[in-house]
């Protein structure tokens, strides 16, 4: 801080620039000169300032080093240089008095460029160069007439992107991009209601990042721009009128400079030159009004004439004349068009006024010109899979074969034009049925397909006459990161531009490498739209449902950066956070093994689409290969076991390149007190363990017990039940009856005297039931009120009879509840096996049948299964239905 006794202390409080030059020295720009800190007596050095020989007290706005470590300073009095022999600024003074007046006007702002040249901004002189070599002055102002100058004369910061451009920060006018190679400008504003444009025209300060990312200062915010957006441009619907009439764009046709695009709301043309919108009104030219419904796609005819599809039918317009041939598709309509949407316009290669028309289902494929009508229609009745398989077609391509390629949400169909003879190609993965979103031709006669679900699809032809179909399908294995495609377009005969939802590709067909550009377009929020892509040299047009995307090619650049890999945050034991440092990396982390669990937080420092940025990491010692987390950047590991590890991670930049840097950190479990206190221990645990096993194995008979038996009775639950009936089904010769037991209206003993009642007379009756048995017969309480029994019989059925009916009678007798006498009963079903069911569902379902014939009989009762009896069951049933249902 300042202090006015000490001279070796800082001669002012308001600190405004700083830099370290090339001797790692920090110099200080302050309110009241330049100071020069030394690190060695950890105090500051004054450095006067004179001009003409006499001393002043200047402000140090601004600080610059050139490539010959000269340092500059702009001060409140102009540029000055430092004499580092005298240890004192000096302003910079040239032969001519005309430029020496223009370096004392230089305030705020400087940087230097490869060459050594000084750039400097003024309070309202515009830019100003100066060459120390040659010390020739430049300056560089606004022209009120010409956008090719400065936005203003009020310069607040400058700085230089890697390609030599100079960023230009004005007080109230935004951003100049000015290239001293090409002496151009270009000016960036804020654009209202925008969210994309900068926050304000008010520029405080414009910084690079190591990245090429640029990160701009204003009085409303801070603004990132990336280099990897530049060669794009969104146009869109605009509050004034002066955009898009709609932000959805069905379809694009490019004729020369002018770009003619179907939008959700008319026709609008966009001037690739002069960017400018028009929008066309046809309204006035039919009673149909294109300006409230979606234009569905254009087909140009020639200089004068296009085609205009819509859910309404057909349109011819003449944008010469500015008229306007309307064909509906109403009900009854005089061109005897189906009433259905219509969709795809091509030009017939024969008739140049004919137009061949797809539409949704039975709309099919027809021809029509204005002077004849409909002339042909295929693919539109039941007999052709377009129609039956409710199809309708995205893109169509006529070939020189005179073969109509569409491109149709259940494969492509080729339609010979001249007979409609049709054939369907599946050309997913595996002869997959896939939507075809986009489909081209190339000169080499090979078509081109994007699809939804199957990637990229070629189909070359082989033969002498060309007509065999090679189909090549193109996915993820072949670096189609995403393999639902919207939309493809050639650029002459080697490249490929296709879309996804909201991403953009070049595919190279001679190398077959694909480029994924996902650092262009960093806002997601929207669709690209099928087969919506047109591109024209190197302008490349790109449709969706936010607006029309603009991208020049030639300036597309992938991210190279090598971000660094950097551990952020470490959390132990889901409390403690561990201060990351260098001492972090070079020491390894000890966890307490009581609790070894670690969450670990990392990031790629690449900030030009943080989203974008993809993760892998390895704890060396537990994880055997890499873990890769997609854009996760943290990890949780717990319940280390005790020993040494070592944690990498790695990361991509915004376009998935992998970073060579990485971040490593080693990480010690130690041994929970335990370990030790088990050595101890040993002794007594043995002894223990003897007792352990003895109470385990008893546990195991428990276990066992509640497993298999029902915790009210003590009998077999029906879990043991049916293991049994298996063993016994699978046995041979094995001879049994399975009975089934219901109580007859327990209900009521609950509903009267509880459930604790009940619970007593479900004890009671399993007892009765049991004393019937012998010993390999089997009891088990099948559940509520409902038991089930296996009693081992031989072929004759020797005994099953008798101990039937003995369980009946017993069954049958009164029972002593809580002081209460009460009567109860029981509906049996036998089924025998093998003789009813030689299986156990079977078994179990007839015997089934057999109890509930004899409640269906009034209860009380004992029934065998029959066929005859299931019949008469499924009757009933049936009959129950029918009068339910009447």
């Known amino acids: 801080m300042q202090d006015a006794k000490n001279p070796n202390n800082l001669h002012s409080n308001w600190t405004v620039s700083l830099h370290v030059n090339r001797q790692d020295e920090l110099w200080i720009g302050t309110g009241s000169g330049l100071n020069l800190y030394n690190k060695t007596k950890d105090n500051f050095e004054f450095i006067p300032y004179f001009s003409n020989g006499n001393k002043y007290q200047v402000t140090i706005y601004a600080i610059v080093e050139d490539k010959l470590g000269r340092i500059y300073t702009i001060t409140s009095h102009g540029l000055a240089l ?3 022999e005298q240890m004192i600024l000096q302003a910079v003074v040239t032969d001519n008095a005309e430029h020496t007046a223009l370096l004392s006007k230089v305030t705020m702002t400087a940087v230097t460029d490869s060459q050594g040249i000084l750039w400097m901004g003024s309070e309202a002189d515009g830019l100003i160069s100066y060459n120390p070599n040659t010390q020739v002055v430049k300056n560089f102002k606004h022209a009120p007439d010409n956008i090719d100058s400065l936005a203003d004369n009020s310069i607040y910061t400058l700085a230089f992107s890697e390609q030599g451009d100079l960023w230009i920060g004005h007080s109230y006018k935004g951003i100049t991009i000015f290239t001293p190679k090409t002496n151009t400008y270009q000016h960036i504003k804020n654009q209202p209601f925008s969210l994309a444009s900068l926050p304000s025209n008010m520029i405080t300060h414009i910084f690079f990042d190591r990245s090429g990312m640029v990160w701009i200062s204003t009085d409303n915010g801070i603004a990132t721009y990336s280099p990897y957006t530049s060669a794009s441009y969104i146009y869109r619907k605009k509050p004034n009128n002066k955009g898009l009439s709609s932000n959805l764009i069905n379809h694009i046709v490019v004729d020369k400079n002018i770009a003619w695009l179907a939008t959700g709301q008319g026709l609008n043309t966009l001037n690739l030159e002069t960017n ?15 300006s409230h419904d979606s234009i569905w796609n254009i087909a140009r005819i020639n200089n004068e004439l296009i085609w205009l599809s819509s859910n309404q039918g057909v349109s011819l317009f003449n944008h010469q004349a500015n008229t306007l041939s309307h064909f509906d598709n109403s009900n009854g309509n005089s061109q005897g068009f189906p009433n259905n949407e219509f969709y795809t316009l091509t030009q017939d290669k024969n008739n140049e006024m004919a137009v061949w028309i797809t539409g949704y289902i039975n709309v099919g494929l027809l021809l029509f010109d204005q002077e004849s009508g409909i002339n042909k229609q295929f693919l539109n009745n039941e007999n052709n899979k377009y129609y039956d398989e409710g199809n309708f077609t995205y893109q169509t391509v006529i070939d020189d074969n005179g073969s109509m390629w569409m491109g149709t949400t259940d494969g492509i169909f080729k339609v010979d034009i001249k007979t409609g003879a049709s054939t369907q190609y599946n050309v997913g993965i595996n002869g997959a049925n896939v939507r075809v979103s986009g489909i081209i031709r190339l000169a080499s006669g090979d078509i081109w397909a994007s699809t939804q679900g199957g990637g990229l699809v070629r189909l070359s032809f082989s033969g002498p006459d060309k007509r065999t179909v090679n189909i090549k399908t193109m996915t993820k294995e072949n670096d189609l990161l995403n393999g639902q495609l919207k939309s493809v377009v050639a650029q002459g005969e080697s490249r490929l531009w296709f879309t996804t939802s909201n991403e953009l590709y070049m595919y190279d067909i001679y190398t077959e490498q694909v480029t994924q550009y996902k650092s262009l377009l960093l806002d997601k929020n929207f669709n690209f739209i099928e087969a919506a892509i047109a591109i024209v040299d190197n302008t490349l047009l790109l449709a969706t449902n936010k607006g029309l995307i603009r991208v020049e090619t030639d300036k597309l650049s992938q991210n190279n950066f090598n971000p660094p890999i950097q551990i952020t945050e470490i959390i132990v ?12 990396f070079s020491e390894s982390l000890v966890l307490d093994g009581e609790n070894p669990n670690i969450q670990i937080y990392f990031a790629s420092l690449d900030y030009t689409a943080p989203k974008n940025n993809h993760y892998r990491y390895q704890l060396k010692g537990f ?3 890499w873990v890769y987390s997609e854009n996760t950047n943290f990890v949780q590991y717990t319940n280390l076991d005790p020993g040494s590890y070592q944690f990498v991670v790695q990361g991509t930049n915004s376009d998935g390149v992998w970073s060579r840097d990485q971040s490593t950190m080693m990480i010690d479990v130690g041994m929970p007190i335990w370990y030790y206190l088990f050595i101890v221990l040993s002794l007594i645990t043995l002894a223990i363990s003897i007792r352990y096993v003895m109470l385990k194995k008893q546990k195991l008979i428990e276990l066992n ?28 010769n094995s001879y049994f009856a399975i009975v089934f037991v219901d109580i007859d209206h327990f209900k009521e003993v609950n509903d009267t005297l509880g459930h604790d009642a009940g619970d007593q007379l479900i004890i009671q009756i399993g007892k009765r039931l049991q004393s019937c048995l012998r010993a390999h017969d089997l009891l088990a309480r ?6 089930a029994i296996i009693i081992i019989t031989s072929p004759d059925d020797d005994g099953l009879a008798h101990i039937v009916e003995r369980m009946h009678k017993r069954i049958s007798a009164l029972y002593h509840i809580d002081d209460q006498r009460i009567k109860s009963s029981a509906s049996m079903g036998v089924a025998k096996f093998p003789h009813h069911g030689d299986d156990r569902k079977t078994l179990l379902k007839n015997a089934d049948i057999a109890m509930y014939a004899a409640k269906n009989s009034g209860r009380n009762s004992v029934n065998y299964y029959s066929p005859i009896l299931s019949k008469e069951m499924l009757e009933k049933f049936e009959l129950s239905n029918t009068s339910t249902s009447q």
Do not use: C, M, P
């Open 782 to 787: 099948w559940g509520g009120d409902e038991f």
């Open 573 to 584: 034991a889901n409390k403690s956070t561990v201060i990351v440092s260098d001492k972090t």
């Open 82 to 84: 430092l004499d580092r």
């Open 276 to 290: 400018e919108i028009s929008h066309i009104d046809l309204d006035g030219l039919t009673q149909y009004q294109y």
């Open 623 to 625: 994880d055997s290969d």
């Open 705 to 732: 017990q509640r497993a298999n038996h029902d915790a009210l009775t003590g009998l077999a639950n029906r879990y043991y039940l049916n293991q049994k009936l298996n063993e016994l089904v699978a046995k041979k």
